[in-house]
Nanobody
Framework: QVQLVESGGGLVQTGGSLRLSCAAS????????MDWFRQAPGKERDFVAG????????YYADSVKGRFTISRDNAKNTIYLQMNNLKPEDTAVYYC????????????????WGQGTQVTVSS
């Protein structure tokens, strides 16, 4: 069993930065591929970024490439999402998720989800 707790959300102006964290409890954290998703009001939950267990491979949605950076510290059982040059359309609840170590995952493949952290970008 893995529990995920996100933190670091908040209110920021357009062009600002935030760093989200997702702390995991449980065993074998480094085995899991870890991803960030986001869900805006009235919209589906969308993939944002992902990172392999070793941290050697990263994946990004086109909408955040060049602005967001995902990283992980396996010694601390934590992943991060550094978000720069934030835009109002980045406003959403951000969730971290743990899944098997595959390069392509379906939504139903993820084993664990956090409770989410709100990010609001004002214009």
């Amino acid at each position: 069993q893995v529990q995920l707790v996100e933190s670091g959300g908040g209110l920021v102006q357009t062009g600002g930065s935030l760093r989200l964290s997702c702390a995991a409890s449980g065993r074998a954290f480094s085995w899991y591929r870890m991803d960030w998703f986001r869900q805006a009001p009235g919209k589906e939950r969308d993939f944002v970024a992902g990172i392999s267990g070793s941290g050697g491979s990263t994946y990004y949605a086109d909408s955040v490439k060049g602005r967001f950076t995902i990283s992980r510290d396996n010694a601390k059982n934590t992943i991060y999402l550094q978000m720069n040059n934030l835009k109002p359309e980045d406003t959403a609840v951000y969730y971290c998720a743990a899944g098997p170590p595959y390069s392509r995952l379906r939504r139903e493949d993820y084993n664990y989800w956090g409770q989410g952290t709100q990010v609001t970008v004002s214009s």
